[in-house]
């Protein structure tokens, strides 16, 4: 069946890196739109960056411009988020997301269950 | 960026009672691209509504999602015990794609 799988969370220093990947399986991964979304706890919804399904576009919340970098290996099947000068308030479970869309504009209609990262000292 | 506002923050009802929910827009949101999002505790967020009026593969269509511009609405016709949850509205006609506060749909 279609997934995708977040991995690479974890605990880690203000001021570092860290990388999350997302395996896709199921269906043609290379034909959507891929989104991380994240959830800081007990908190709402905040959409952080949109590639599009072959890399051409990528866009990004203004918090975390500059310091995230979001990538796609589409012969792996994988969307990859590199973080840098991590903060705390990157605190949060990271989600990847699928738009409906070849884009960024069909809404997302397949999730993960979500990372978990912690920055703290 | 547009802001979104949902309303209320919470809503009480019981099952089998109608639920109406609010989302409202800083800025009209193009074509309507506005989608509505159910989320229950430990669970990722799933797909209930698309372009404002789209129900989603496997979505009941008890839910049914209205409006246009920057007014928007999800209702809920009868509420099965499962349909207890946050409720999330999100723009995605421009970046950021931003999503409202939520809101909690309890008993």
């Known amino acids: 069946q279609e997934q995708v799988v977040e991995s690479g969370g974890g605990v880690v220093q203000p001021g570092r890196s860290l990388r999350l990947s997302c395996a896709a399986s199921g269906f043609t991964f290379s034909s959507y739109g891929m989104h991380w979304v994240r959830q800081a706890p007990g908190k709402g919804l905040e959409w952080v960056a949109v590639i599009w399904y072959d890399g051409s576009e990528k866009y990004y919340v203004d918090s975390v411009k500059g310091r995230f970098t979001i990538s796609r290996d589409n012969s792996k099947k994988t969307l990859y988020l590199q973080m840098n000068s991590l903060r705390a308030e990157d605190t949060a479970v990271y989600y990847c997301?699928?738009?409906?869309?070849?884009?960024?504009?069909?809404?997302?209609?397949?999730w993960g269950r979500g990372t978990l990262v912690t920055v703290s000292s | 960026e547009i802001v979104l506002t949902q309303s209320p923050g919470t809503l009480s009802l019981s099952p089998g009672e109608r639920a109406t929910l609010s989302c409202r827009a800083s800025?009209?949101?193009?074509?309507?691209?506005l989608a509505w999002y159910q989320q229950k505790p430990g669970q990722a967020p799933r797909l209930l509504i698309y372009?404002?009026?789209s129900r989603a593969t496997g979505i009941p269509d008890r839910f049914n999602g209205s409006g246009s511009g920057t007014d928007f609405t999800l209702t809920i016709s009868r509420l099965e015990p499962e349909d207890f949850a946050v409720y999330y509205c999100q723009q995605y006609g421009s970046s950021p794609f931003t999503f409202g506060p939520g809101t909690k749909v309890d008993i």
């Open positions: 800025q009209s949101v193009n074509s309507s691209y």
């Open positions: 372009d404002a009026s």
């Open positions: 997301a699928r738009d409906r869309s070849y884009m960024a504009f069909g809404g997302f209609d397949l």
